[in-house]
């Protein structure tokens, strides 16, 4: 499959393949989208947070924002690791612009086995491929797997909505800082504290501060979700990895 020529039907082959029925969905996404102050990262671990993720990205949510420098530019990298993933977002944004030949290789990390399982089955439709692995991102051998998948050439790391989700954030940096020259994405939440979240910044400022010290931040930029009705805005920046963490 090249392309996603009706996000309806796409969905619904999705919602069939994992057993899940539509009022179910529908009742899982008004909790997860509206309720988020009142729920931790257990949440997580339904497999419909992908499906939720997957249909707000293919309505074009506010929150593709954060995707911002990853469409700029990821056909400079030869290799793509994405950190917390939840969706394989890249693959079905080419698809939809008939432009899978342009998908470079891709290893996904995550420490929730549904997130590969979903990411397979959208993978298998569209007819790409990936790697995989399974770990928690604050563990040393979640990163030597992930050393064991790295690629030669120019590779990029990305994180998005996932540091903040963290709860021994400087584990993930040290770990980090052995691939110090390669090039990372992220995006951050800027907003009140969640408990989901343990790390809460509340400023553009302080989140430009933070990242600094893991990047050589190149460009970052904010999008401001109080037009979006939003108590969050969004700070995504691209840099490369420092060889120390100031943890």
Same mark, same amino acid.
């Not at 499959?1 to 069939?16: E, G, Q, T, V, Y």
């Not at 700070?235 to 490369?240: L, P, Q, S, Y």
């Given at each position: 499959?090249?392309?996603?020529?009706?996000?309806?039907?796409?969905?619904?082959?999705?919602?069939?393949r994992f057993s899940v029925r539509e009022a179910?969905?529908?009742?899982?996404?008004?909790?997860?989208?509206?309720?988020?102050?009142?729920?931790?990262?257990?949440?997580?671990?339904?497999?419909?947070?992908?499906?939720?993720?997957?249909?707000?990205?293919?309505?074009?949510?506010?929150?593709?924002?954060?995707?911002?420098?990853?469409?700029?530019? *990821? %056909?400079?990298?030869?290799?793509?690791?994405? #950190?917390?993933?939840?969706?394989?977002?890249?693959?079905?944004? &080419? /698809? !939809?612009?008939?432009?899978?030949?342009?998908?470079?290789?891709?290893?996904?990390?995550?420490?929730?086995?549904?997130?590969?399982?979903?990411?397979?089955?959208?993978?298998?439709?569209?007819?790409?491929?990936?790697?995989?692995?399974?770990?928690?991102?604050?563990?040393?051998?979640?990163?030597?797997?992930?050393?064991?998948?790295?690629?030669?050439?120019?590779?990029?790391?990305?994180?998005?909505?996932?540091?903040?989700?963290?709860?021994?954030?400087?584990?993930f940096w040290v770990n980090l800082q052995s *691939? %110090?020259?390669?090039?990372?994405?992220?995006? #951050?939440?800027?907003?009140?504290?969640?408990?989901?979240?343990? &790390? /809460? !910044?509340?400023?553009?400022?302080?989140?430009?501060?933070?990242?600094?010290?893991?990047?050589?931040?190149?460009?970052?930029?904010?999008?401001?979700?109080?037009?979006q009705g939003s108590k969050f805005s969004i700070?995504?920046?691209?840099?490369?990895?420092?060889?120390?963490?100031?943890?």
């Open positions: 499959m090249a392309s996603i020529p009706k996000h309806d039907a796409f969905f619904k082959n999705l919602l069939d179910d969905f529908e009742a899982f996404s008004s909790f997860y989208t509206g309720d988020y102050e009142n729920y931790d990262n257990k949440v997580y671990d339904d497999l419909k947070v992908c499906l939720v993720h997957l249909r707000e990205f293919l309505n074009d949510s506010w929150w593709n924002n954060r995707f911002h420098f990853l469409w700029k530019y *990821f %056909s400079r990298y030869e290799q793509i690791i994405d #950190l917390g993933f939840s969706v394989p977002y890249l693959p079905v944004r &080419l /698809a !939809l612009q008939n432009q899978l030949s342009e998908l470079p290789s891709l290893l996904y990390v995550e420490n929730n086995p549904y997130s590969e399982k979903f990411a397979r089955e959208i993978l298998e439709l569209l007819g790409a491929s990936a790697s995989f692995v399974t770990g928690n991102l604050e563990e040393k051998n979640t990163w030597e797997n992930i050393a064991k998948y790295t690629r030669e050439g120019k590779k990029l790391f990305s994180a998005f909505e996932v540091i903040e989700h963290l709860n021994n954030r400087e584990v *691939f %110090s020259g390669s090039d990372m994405m992220l995006s #951050l939440p800027i907003g009140p504290k969640i408990p989901s979240h343990h &790390l /809460a !910044l509340s400023r553009a400022a302080e989140a430009e501060k933070y990242v600094s010290q893991y990047l050589e931040v190149a460009e970052k930029t904010i999008f401001d979700g109080s037009s700070f995504t920046a691209v840099g490369a990895i420092k060889p120390t963490a100031a943890v």
